[in-house]
């Protein structure tokens, strides 16, 4: 695996470019916090962006993704410190690690669904 850090100032870009770039593509959502362990808050979801908000001091990431019901969920991640960008060995996208604390979200994404392959002859 290929793992590259994100520098502070370049989040808001990289995110923007990261958002239009995998719009549509699956998403899982895991939290891993040594406190609670590991929890998947959005699994196999339409992603719909990510997005940074500084703010004086501190900042926010925020992650949304389609929901069951045709709506948005979105998670919040309160005083990032660290972002990584990871891709498997072959160069395939693999996931976003966001730390904050000791708190880690893991974006997990596979490649977009085109209909014509998952139905064949179904418009």
């Not at 520098?7 to 870009?13: A, G, L, M, N, T």
């Not at 929890?39 to 992603?47: D, G, I, K, L």
Request: hydrophobic share 35%; net charge negative; proline share 6%.
């Amino acid at each position: 695996m290929k793992t590259r850090e994100i520098p502070s100032p370049e989040w808001k870009r990289f995110l923007d470019e990261f958002s239009r770039e995998h719009n549509g593509w699956f998403i899982s959502v895991e939290i891993q916090d040594p406190e609670i362990g590991a929890q998947t808050e959005v699994r196999n979801r339409a992603f719909r962006g990510a997005t940074f908000e500084r703010r004086p001091g501190d900042g926010v990431i925020t992650i949304m993704a389609d929901d069951t019901a045709g709506g948005h969920v979105a998670h919040a991640v309160v005083h990032p410190t660290r972002i990584w960008f990871e891709k498997t060995d072959q160069g395939a996208d693999e996931a976003l690690a966001i730390e904050s604390g000791s708190t880690r979200t893991l974006v997990r994404f596979r490649w977009k669904l085109i209909p014509e392959l998952v139905s064949p002859g179904v418009e």
